[in-house]
């Protein structure tokens, strides 16, 4: 049960870190403005990043 529990909210967050944040904060053939953006909205990528799933690190 709790690891029905676990990879469950493991999928949620992962979805959450890659569709919520990382695809508002990357912009493809844009190095400047995406440095921007991360720079602006740090706490958000390492937030990203923590929930990335550790099977796609």
Known sequence: MSAGIAL???AVLSALANF??????ITPDDTASTVANISASEPMFRMAIAAWPPYQR
């Open 20 to 25: 919520g944040a990382l695809e508002n904060l």
């Open 8 to 10: 469950l909210v493991m």
